[in-house]
């Protein structure tokens, strides 16, 4: 017959248990204090390369790309505040309120073409285009960091990815799944037909002329009636260079 351990035999394996865990707690320790050290040497080291290549950082959109994603890596936001290290190293926060400023300048002067929903390439074009005697150059990553701080306002700006395209929204107009769907559609050329949406996405016509008719009450469609066929078209000058939609005969923004 098996005897059962006695009390000395379970306070022994008490022990055993708890040694275990101080032993775990101490490893555990150990391992979060050089993980904390790492982080602090390479923080150390981030601010130093900032300092070595502060006018690469400024001047070059990839570089700053790239110094960006370092940052990130190491839980530091340089666009966290206009206040401290960074912003007086490098002056990065200015750019980017610089930068968001112009951005909706350039929203609200395009809206009555486009809705309040722009080509992300666009808005950078048009950026550039205003920025022409700026020192420093932007890219599409600048815009969306600096849009990501105009969303922290609450100001409506966001970003939404319609098929391989991203639109910068400026107005709170909610898009649906069926919204989605036409923009994706009318990416091929800058404008659909109910025809092309019905036969596209196999939807009965009712599904198409609603969804299109809500697109256009929105401001982000306008009518292009001027074809010789009598078949209507629904521009997006979202995702069609605005000269495009504008070049169109008998384009206008409501029925």
């Known amino acids: 017959m098996r005897r059962r351990p006695g009390i000395s035999g379970l306070q022994s394996a008490a022990a055993a248990r708890d040694q275990y ?3 775990g707690e101490n490893v555990a320790k150990i391992r979060t204090d050089l993980m904390k050290e790492q982080l602090a040497t390479f923080r150390s080291q981030l601010e130093e390369f900032a300092r070595k290549h502060k006018n ?69 074009s048009l950026l550039c285009q205003r920025r022409k005697t700026a020192r420093e150059a932007v890219s599409e990553d600048d815009c969306l960091r600096a849009i990501s701080k105009l969303k922290a306002l609450g ?20 898009l649906n799944k069926d919204h989605n769907e036409i923009l994706e559609v009318a990416q091929a050329q800058g404008y659909v037909m109910v025809e092309e949406i019905e036969k596209r996405l196999s939807w009965p016509s009712g599904r ?45 923004s409501s029925s």
């Open 208 to 252: 198409a002329i609603d969804a299109l008719e809500t697109l256009l009450e929105e401001g982000l469609a306008m009518i292009d009636d001027g074809h010789r066929d009598g078949k209507r078209r629904y521009w997006f000058p979202c995702v069609a260079p605005i000269s495009a939609a504008l070049g169109a005969d008998g384009l206008r």
């Open 155 to 174: 100001s409506g700006f966001e970003v939404i990815t319609v098929g391989k395209k991203k639109l910068v929204r400026s107005v709170p107009t909610e």
């Open 56 to 124: 690469d950082i400024r001047k070059n959109p990839t570089f700053r790309t790239q110094f960006h994603e370092m940052c990130a890596k190491v839980g530091v936001d340089p666009l966290a505040s206009n206040k401290g290290f960074w912003a007086e190293l490098l002056g990065i926060g200015d750019f980017y309120y610089e930068l968001g400023v112009q951005i909706v300048e350039i929203c609200l002067a395009t809206r009555s073409h486009n809705g309040g929903l722009i080509n992300l390439q666009e808005l950078c």
């Open 21 to 23: 865990r101080l032993v």
